[in-house]
């Protein structure tokens, strides 16, 4: 049987010499091994559908004959139970004669409910199931005229609840995603453009790591990029940037956007202030790359473009910038000669942000940033990227013309590339930035004799083609073998020193596949190893803080046959030091698309991890989530000043011993250069207690500010005018009276998260308002200091709104300081538990409204609110329920403002329908009444209902939309709700288009009474 995760695996006709009764081979069908099928099939008869000339079951002790047509052989699985909101693996198997593919097909031979298939015309795919009950499904094949097939049973369960991460409502709730009502007439504010924040959060229910998920727009991609190596986050951890697939904004003319369809959107990492980049040079999102400036917060750069009226320019260079509103303005600094218009950064923005390298046209362009913020061209016609490489590895000496993967690191002195020259995708070059060759490009001069090559070096090869050299830097080493001198899915650190790759060597030390092959890190510099290997399994890297820590994603399959997708995390300091932070299920419904595999991205500080996934969503729909690694850092070197009260000093925490920049020379030294101080944090609270073990209060905090240091562009904090350093420490004053005191400092970050534990603790004895001694009495670690939960949240209010589905929650925004975040929950059966299997969505503390969108329209269903710290603590619930809304006609225009009412509806039999009126208010000529109705009589099955708009003299200035739906009660099961929308739409080029556009869809009526999308070829 295939791999059960290799759900894209291609049917293929066996070939009839690799059908043998005692051994039916896969090989040719799946392309893999091949798999014995007698003890797949378990049983000597299967139960196959055959056409009706066929003379009965096949069996294994009756082979197919050997005729010019046979009878397909086909087997559904075994059956299985699974729990509600469960997706089942369907691992069919299908053995066809002709070399033609013959036609496959799932089905549903009985059900109380909707299936969805993942793929109905595969073998191995996935179902959903709407409700709970038995399914009985059918695979069948037709193949040249001959038609077999077999059937499995699917029980889905209503008391298994085993959903990832106990994530029971938002599993219900994803199998609504499909019929939802979203969009950004409901979602965005019309005159900001800020969508309301889409965050949820959970913990991993293994590791315990709390995880975000921060879009949520169902049937939609919501991703940071489609590469590895690449971080959402800016310079200080405040902000991130993800691109939108279809998502609309009324910031655009949804004409002129539907012909880009990504956009791009930054947002808090708390999921506040969401928001499309309206203002910037370049909106378009999608496989272009998004370079926040990784030392200066909250900018980047790009390249202008024409599209959606941006105004930029494709020869320009931009520096743009995103405030606290998401609001961005931009700032030429470069004009492009004509070879570089349109060109890409494509991950060339050096570490210490002064060096870009555009790629176009099959060159180089080097750009430097100066200190003043100006940028130049360092070579004004670029150089070719074919840079004559030497043969080692898989070159052929054939023209380079692009490159399947690239890096800057560092200061951008110099850059590595993997030559997509053919045959040697697997060679990574590094390359000096500008060189001596007469373009300005670096000179190829090969090896000197002593292992160096100037200006073009080969690091590392997977294979060493006939006539070609390994590199001479990685042959030597133990752990080295044919496989291991690749960088599998290669990053670099920051400090241009150390790659980061899925070491799969056959040398390494240890016992499993799973326990050796993992992230591996090579020392570039002087050609060594870092770690041969954290274990555990590896697929993609990051490595964007600046930190010691690395982040992968990876390891085995789990017992479903899904691949894991684990985050995994570990200290290049100490190769036993891996943990996993959590579980993706990143193509839990079987995804294949290329951006639904995890890709990890770290945060400056590294404290976070974003990474991508399609479990919440649906097939190849994915959206962005970011873990936690660890949490910030306490303070350190606390001390206090002898005098008047009590002057705490003290210095930010670090998350590396490397140092940066030395600013004397402009070069990196990790011994002699700049101190890299926490980036992410914003503020430090100061606890205080009269015990050093319990009774912890704050009693102020202190504001993390940072500056550039011009000279070497480095991000630093700063502190009375100057940088921080042991010199000048950060300081907070405090007056708490005589006697002995306790103080303890932890760290906020930006994104809500704090220390979990205190830092050293300091004695401080105070003497007539004098400190007369201080020391520390207990180190860095203390947990649990603040465990008061908040007060539950007031006000709480629902409102059911016209759209079905749709309830408007409203509350009292707290003014108590330790509230961090509000959790929502919700349950059509009752009051909800504060757990998250009932919790819906988890926003910012200054928040005070939540549109639900996705309720159970059949239930208005019981909410619940509570407020949750800093440090963990959850608040009592506040709890209210809401009525079910009546179904909502509306109208709409793009001109003016509509009022629509519902009039009485006609009944007959089981249908009932609207009759509507709607009013538009034309800002060309007076109010024009329109009024629709239906067809008043029974509605079943397949059956058309006729609309009749009775206002026949539309006119050309106007622009409307009519919509009429059904309204309860619900007909009997098998009746079709059809809404139909006649629209009118203004173009660029004529008031009015010549014709008006009809659309319709029709949703099918259940047993339970409630209305979905009908699948095709789906029985009622």
Do not use: C
């Amino acid at each position: 049987m295939p791999a059960k995760n290799s759900a894209a695996a291609r049917l293929r006709p066996a070939k009839r010499p690799s059908l043998r009764f005692e051994q039916l081979e896969l090989r040719q069908l799946f392309s893999v091994a091949p798999i014995t099928a007698l003890p797949l099939l378990e049983q000597p008869t299967l139960d196959i559908i055959l056409p009706d000339s066929d003379p009965g079951p096949i069996t294994l002790d009756d082979p197919p004959p050997l005729a010019s047509n046979w009878t397909p052989l086909v087997f559904a699985g075994r059956d299985s139970t699974i729990g509600v909101a469960d997706v089942a693996s369907l691992q069919g198997e299908v053995i066809a004669n002709y070399a033609d593919d013959p036609v496959v097909t799932w089905s549903v031979l009985s059900g109380p409910g909707i299936v969805t298939f993942g793929d109905a015309n595969s073998p191995i795919t996935t179902a959903g199931f709407s409700t709970a009950g038995t399914y009985e499904l059918a695979l069948t094949v037709t193949d040249h005229g001959i038609t077999a097939g077999d059937r499995v049973v699917v029980t889905v369960d209503p008391l298994q609840q085993d959903v990832p991460e106990n994530l029971v409502e938002m599993f219900s709730r994803k199998a609504r995603r499909s019929t939802a009502t979203w969009g950004a007439e409901y979602l965005e504010d019309p005159s900001t453009y800020v969508w309301q924040a889409e965050t949820f959060m959970y913990h991993d229910v293994t590791t315990g790591h709390e995880v975000w998920k921060v879009s949520d727009t169902p049937g939609l991609q919501t991703y940071y990029h489609e590469d590895i190596g690449v971080s959402p986050w800016s310079a200080d951890g405040s902000k991130l940037a993800i691109t939108g697939w279809d998502r609309y904004t009324q910031a655009y003319s949804q004409l002129l956007q539907s012909d880009f369809r990504y956009i791009w959107m930054t947002a808090d990492t708390d999921g506040d202030a969401l928001r499309p980049t309206v203002e910037a040079s370049r909106r378009i999102g999608g496989r272009g790359y998004f370079h926040w400036d990784p030392q200066t917060p909250n900018q980047w750069y790009e390249i202008g473009e024409a599209h959606l009226a941006s105004g930029g320019q494709s020869n320009v260079l931009y520096r743009s910038a995103v405030d606290d509103q998401g609001v961005v303005t931009s700032e030429a600094i470069l004009t492009l000669p004509p070879g570089a218009a349109g060109a890409k950064i494509n991950k060339l923005l050096s570490a210490d942000g002064r060096r870009i390298v555009l790629e176009q046209s099959d060159r180089f362009w080097p750009i430097s940033i100066l200190p003043d913020g100006s940028a130049v061209l360092d070579d004004t016609d670029g150089y070719s990227i074919d840079r004559n490489f030497g043969l080692y590895g898989g070159m052929n000496g054939g023209t380079v013309s692009s490159f399947h993967d690239q890096y800057i690191a560092g200061t951008g002195q110099d850059f590595l590339v993997m030559p997509n020259d053919p045959g040697s995708t697997a060679t990574w070059w590094r390359l000096d930035t500008i060189g001596s060759a007469p373009d300005g490009g670096p000179l190829y001069t090969g090896n000197n004799g002593s292992d160096d090559f100037g200006e073009v070096s080969p690091e590392s090869y997977s294979y060493v083609r006939a006539g070609n050299l390994p590199s001479p830097f990685v042959t030597p080493d133990r752990y080295t073998s044919s496989t291991t001198s690749y960088w599998s899915h290669f990053v670099p650190d920051r400090w241009g020193r150390n790659a980061l790759f899925s070491n799969v060597s056959s040398g390494l030390p240890g016992g499993s596949y799973d326990e050796t092959v993992g992230p591996g890190v090579w020392d570039y510099e002087n050609h060594q190893w870092t770690v041969p290997s954290f274990g555990g399994g590896a697929q993609h890297h990051a490595w964007n803080g600046f930190t010691d820590w690395v982040v992968s994603s990876g390891g085995p399959s789990d017992p479903t046959g899904r691949a894991a997708q684990l985050l995994l995390a570990g200290d290049i300091n100490d190769p036993t030091s891996q943990i996993v932070v959590n579980n993706t299920y990143s193509r839990y419904d079987g995804g294949t698309a290329y951006n639904s595999l995890a890709r990890p991205g770290q945060s400056p500080d590294g404290t976070k991890v974003a990474w991508h996934s399609e479990f919440l969503n649906a097939r190849d729909n994915v959206d962005v989530y970011w873990s936690v690694v660890y949490k910030p850092y306490p303070p350190t070197d606390l001390a206090a000043a002898s005098g008047a009260g009590v002057d705490l000093e003290f210095l930010p925490p670090t998350y590396t011993d490397r140092r940066w920049i030395d600013p004397a020379t402009g070069k990196i030294d990790e011994v002699n250069g700049e101190t890299l101080y926490a980036r992410e944090i914003e503020q430090y609270q100061i606890w205080r207690s009269d015990s050093p073990t319990n009774g912890w209060t704050t009693v102020g905090s202190v504001a993390a500010e940072y500056d550039n240091d011009l000279t070497t562009n480095t991000l630093r904090p700063v502190v009375n005018g100057d940088w921080v350093s042991a010199a000048n420490k950060l300081s907070f004053a405090d007056a708490p009276g005589d006697g002995t005191w306790y103080y303890a400092i932890t760290s906020r970050e930006h994104s809500g998260l704090e220390s979990d534990e205190l830092s050293a603790v300091l004695e401080v004895t105070v003497e007539s308002g004098v400190v007369t001694s201080s020391q520390i009495v207990q180190e860095q670690g203390q947990t649990d200091f603040w465990t008061q939960a908040p007060s539950a949240p007031g006000g709480l209010n629902v409102q059911a709104q016209s759209v079905a589905g749709h309830n408007l929650l409203t509350w009292n925004a707290t003014a108590d300081p330790m509230v961090r975040l509000y959790h929502i929950y919700y349950s059509a059966d009752g009051q909800p538990a504060a757990h998250q299997s009932q919790r819906v969505a988890s926003v910012a503390a200054d928040s005070s409204h939540y549109l639900d969108w996705l309720a159970d329209p059949a239930s208005g269903g019981t909410y619940g609110i509570t407020a949750v710290d800093w440090y963990g603590n959850e608040s009592a619930m506040a709890v209210q329920s809401t009525a079910v809304a009546a179904s909502a006609v509306s109208a709409s225009t793009q001109v003016g403002t509509v009022q629509a009412e519902p009039v009485a509806f006609v009944a007959a039999g089981a249908a009932y329908w609207t009759q509507t009126t709607a009013t538009l208010a034309s800002a060309d000529d007076a109010a024009t009444p329109i009024v629709a109705t239906t067809a008043s009589t029974d509605v079943a099955a397949d059956s058309v209902v006729e609309s009749v708009d009775s206002d026949q003299s539309l006119d050309d200035n106007d622009a409307r939309t009519l919509a009429f739906q059904q309204l309860a009660p619900p007909p009997t099961a098998g009746a079709v709700r059809r809404t139909t929308r006649r629209s009118f739409r203004e173009s660029a080029f004529s008031r009015v288009e010549a014709d008006s556009l009809w659309r319709e869809t029709v949703d099918v009526a259940f047993g339970d009474g409630s209305y979905r999308p009908r699948q095709r070829g789906e029985a009622l």
